[in-house]
Structure formats: C-alpha cells, structure tokens
C-alpha cells in the first residue's frame, strides 16, 4: 500500500513537502507519480520521478515546473514531493501512485496500478 502525508493549509508562496510511502513494496523498484484532484475537475499530472537505475529521469507539468521538486529516498522508501511558491491553483488533493510501465507514459493517470489515498494541500490567497 502507499500513504501520501504531508499536505496542510499554507498561504500563497509557501511550502510544504509531501511523501509518499511504501509498505509492501520497494519503491526504488517502480516509476512513483504524483497526481492532484482538485473539486470539479479531472485528475491532473503533477510530476513523476524514475525507478533506481533507469536514468537521470524527473518529469514535471509545466504548470509546477521550476517550483516542485521530487525525489526518492531508497533508505526511507520513500519519495517526496517538495512544493515551494505555492499558488491557490495548486489546492487539490495529491495522490502517489506506483507503474513499471514506459517512462514515456508516466504522465497518464490511466497507466498506473497501484494508488495511494491522497492527502489535502490548500493554498490560502
């Protein structure tokens, strides 16, 4: 299973740092996205970051490119989302989610298997 942690209430150009972890599984062993949901909208690529080993691979939506930042930590099995200068427009629940399909795909909700249950940011204006 995955747990996403970390979300919060934080005013416009804040930060906060989610995680996601892993208990059945080795993360390092999968490509790990993030996914927001905002209220009345479709589920939206965040950023997905390579399993060990397959390459220098981030990708990021263009909407949060140059503010988020992911990562994984092997030894935590653990992959973190950092969000700095955060906007209203980023409030929506983010979701983890784990695939061994092509790096080329990872920005498709559809490709994924395995979800975490998402956890809450609001950005205040």
């Known amino acids: 299973q995955l747990q996403a942690s970390g979300g919060g209430l934080v005013q416009a150009g804040g930060s906060l740092r989610l995680s996601c972890a892993a208990s059945?599984?080795?993360?390092?062993?999968?490509?790990t996205g993030w996914f927001r949901q905002a209220p009345g909208k479709e589920r939206e690529f965040v950023s997905a970051?390579?399993?060990?080993?397959?390459?220098?691979?981030?990708r990021y939506a263009d909407s949060v490119k140059g503010r988020f930042i992911i990562s994984r930590d092997n030894a935590k099995n653990t992959v973190y989302l950092q969000m700095n200068s955060l906007k209203p427009e980023d409030t929506a629940v983010y979701h983890c989610a784990v695939t061994n399909i092509v790096w080329s795909y990872v920005d498709s909700a559809r490709q994924y298997s395995t979800w975490g249950q998402g956890t809450q940011v609001t950005v205040s204006s």
């Open positions: 970051i390579a399993k060990s080993g397959y390459g220098p691979s981030t």
């Open positions: 059945d599984r080795s993360l390092r062993n999968f490509h």
